[in-house]
C-alpha cells in the first residue's frame, strides 16, 4: 500500500459505528436510551414543542416497561447480542486491517444512541495516535434517520476539537460486490442446511414514507440491494418479496408492512418462508423479537406451516471483508 511500516502512530483508525442499544434489559435503561433515540430530529422531525411534551409526559412513561421485557426475551449472558456482535465485528476487523497494512489499525466501536459513544470513540483512536479516521456507519443503505444522524454526531463533536484529524465517511454501501456475495452466501448457506422455502422475504427497517418523497433515497436503495441479491440467488419475481418493518407512530411508513404481509401470505398459499434482514448489520431487538419470534407467531398463526429466520451477517467472515475493503477504498487515498 506505500504506507510507513512500523511508524510511531498507526497510518489511521476506524471508528465503526451501529445504532446503539440499552445498557441493561431494564424499565430505567431502557428510559435512558429510549429518551436519547427518540430526541434525535433525524429520527422524529416533529417540532419539538409538539413531540417533547408527547415523548416526555407518554411515551417515556409508558413504553420502557414495554420494551425492557423484549430485550429480556433476547438478552444474552455476555449481554446486549447488538453489543456482543459488534465488539467482535470491531475485534475481527481490526485483525483483517493490521494483516492488510502491515502494522496495528486501531478499530473503535461507538453507537449513536448509549454507549459507547461516538464521542468516546474519537477519543479512544485520538488516545492510539490516529490522525486519519474512517467513518463506517454499519448501515448499507443510507437514510437521513441513520447515516444522516451519525454525520451530525460525527460534526458535532469535532466542533469541540482544535485540531481534527483527517477524515472519510462511507455514505452507503447497499450495491457493492461484497455486500451482496456476502447476502447470497448467508442465504445459500442456509438453504443448504434448512432447505428453500416457497418465497424468501427481505425485510428492511421502514421510514415514514413523507421521508422518502422528501428525497431520502432509501426505499430506492432497499430495493436496488433486493433485486441484486435475487439475481445473485437466481431466484424469479415469485420466489422473493420485499417488505419493510419496526414502523412507530400513526403516519405511514414504506409498503407493505412486513407484520401484515405474514399474516396475509398462508391464505395466498404460501405456505413456508425464509425471512432475511439485509438492511441490519448485526442482530438485535427489530431482528431477533420482531422478525425472529413475533413474525414466526404472525405466520403460524395465520396458517403457515414453516417458518425460517435467517441470521444477519454478524461476525461471519464475508461480511468482515466487505467491511475490511469498504474500509480499503476509503483509505486509499492515503496511500
Not at 428510559?31 to 409538539?50: A, C, E, I, T, Y
Not at 417515556?60 to 423484549?70: C, S
Not at 425485510?203 to 418523497?213: D, V
Not at 451477517?313 to 496511500?335: G, K, M, P, T, Y
Request: aromatic share 10%; charged share 20%.
Amino acid at each position: 500500500m506505500g504506507l510507513i511500516l512500523n511508524s510511531p502512530s498507526p497510518a489511521f483508525g476506524v471508528l465503526l459505528v451501529n445504532l446503539g442499544t440499552p445498557d441493561e434489559p431494564t424499565p430505567k435503561a431502557v428510559r435512558r436510551f429510549l429518551k436519547q433515540f427518540l430526541s434525535d430530529p433525524r429520527v422524529v422531525d416533529l417540532s419539538p414543542w409538539l413531540w417533547q411534551p408527547l415523548l416526555n409526559g407518554v411515551i417515556l412513561n409508558t413504553r420502557p416497561a414495554k420494551v425492557a421485557k423484549l430485550y429480556q426475551s433476547i438478552w444474552t449472558d455476555e449481554g446486549s447480542p447488538l453489543m456482543v456482535i459488534s465488539v467482535r465485528q470491531a475485534q475481527k476487523l481490526a485483525v483483517d486491517l493490521s494483516a492488510t497494512f502491515n502494522q496495528t489499525i486501531p478499530v473503535e466501536l461507538g453507537m449513536s444512541y448509549g454507549n459507547p459513544s461516538i464521542d468516546s470513540g474519537f477519543v479512544r483512536l485520538k488516545a492510539q495516535g490516529a490522525e486519519r479516521i474512517v467513518v463506517l456507519p454499519l448501515y448499507p443503505q443510507y437514510s437521513c434517520s441513520t447515516v444522516a444522524s451519525v454525520f451530525d454526531a460525527v460534526a458535532s463533536y469535532f466542533k469541540t476539537v482544535r485540531n481534527i484529524p483527517e477524515l472519510r465517511f462511507n455514505k452507503q454501501y447497499f450495491d457493492h460486490e461484497a455486500y451482496i456475495a456476502a447476502l447470497a452466501h448467508s442465504v445459500k448457506r442456509h438453504w443448504k442446511t434448512h432447505g428453500q422455502a416457497d418465497k424468501l422475504l427481505l425485510s428492511f427497517h421502514g421510514i415514514p414514507l413523507r421521508y422518502a418523497h422528501e428525497g431520502d433515497p432509501y426505499p430506492e436503495q432497499c430495493r436496488t440491494t433486493a433485486k441484486l441479491l435475487a439475481q445473485a440467488l437466481g431466484l424469479t419475481d415469485s420466489q422473493w418479496q420485499v417488505c419493510f418493518q419496526s414502523r412507530f407512530g400513526r403516519e405511514e411508513w414504506l409498503t407493505p408492512y412486513a407484520d401484515q404481509l405474514l399474516a396475509e401470505l398462508p391464505a395466498q398459499g404460501i405456505k413456508s418462508v425464509d425471512v432475511f434482514c439485509p438492511a441490519f448489520a448485526t442482530d438485535c431487538l427489530e431482528t431477533l423479537e420482531e422478525i425472529s419470534i413475533g413474525g414466526k407467531e404472525t405466520f403460524l398463526h395465520a396458517g403457515g406451516e414453516a417458518y425460517r429466520f435467517i441470521p444477519c451477517l454478524n461476525d461471519d467472515e464475508l461480511h468482515i471483508e466487505l467491511l475490511r475493503q469498504l474500509v480499503q477504498e476509503q483509505a486509499l487515498s492515503w496511500d
